[in-house]
């Protein structure tokens, strides 16, 4: 059997349209950091902060981070980039007010299932994670696949199987 591909998957689905084009209205934007949430479903380390804000201090933000609307009206949580946002926060807090507004991408209406997939993939193939944080991975993405078929999207073979696929596990 050839190996789950989620991206090879979705293209397949009529959501692949709807989430093209949110993706064409996806707005670069500087928002300010007083404004950004982390996300609370975020179980990746965060590390290494001093470090990065150290590197970001000296070389800019090197990447936006992705964003979507908070539940609080003109507030917004964060996708991908919990550390940058960490950091950031803390250069601001020291001072350095040239980092309070945050070069983000506003995401603009994925799926709340396919959004949480997108934090998995951004922190699971930038970084070396823990067992821990591998395990946490496996279990909501399993969680996220079984949403989407409720969703109406079916998997063919067993979810394990995609879900060691999607972790590079076996």
Do not use: W
């Not at 692949?16 to 707005?27: G, M, P, V, Y």
């Not at 590197?55 to 507030?75: A, E, H, T």
């Not at 309070?100 to 959004?115: F, H, K, M």
Request: charged share 30%; with cysteine; proline share 5%.
């Amino acid at each position: 059997m050839k190996g789950f591909d989620l991206g090879e998957f979705l293209a397949q689905q009529d959501v692949s349209k709807l989430d093209t084009l949110a993706a064409s209205k996806d707005r670069y934007e500087l928002i300010d950091i007083d404004l950004i949430y982390p996300d609370p479903e975020n179980f990746y380390s965060m590390a290494g902060l001093e470090e990065l804000a150290e590197n970001i201090l000296l070389c800019g933000l090197l990447q936006p981070i992705r964003v979507k609307p908070s539940k609080d009206p003109g507030r917004y949580t964060v996708i991908a980039g919990h550390r940058r946002r960490a950091a950031i926060r803390r250069l601001v807090d020291e001072g350095h007010e040239q980092f309070r507004l945050v070069p983000c991408i506003r995401d603009s209406g994925a799926s709340d299932t396919l959004q949480e997939l997108k934090l998995i993939y951004a922190n699971s193939d930038n970084r070396d994670l823990t067992a821990a944080e591998l395990s946490k991975q496996a279990q909501k993405i399993e969680m996220l696949l079984y949403r989407l078929q409720q969703e109406g999207y079916p998997f063919p073979g067993r979810m394990r199987d995609h879900v060691a696929e999607i972790c590079k596990i076996s």
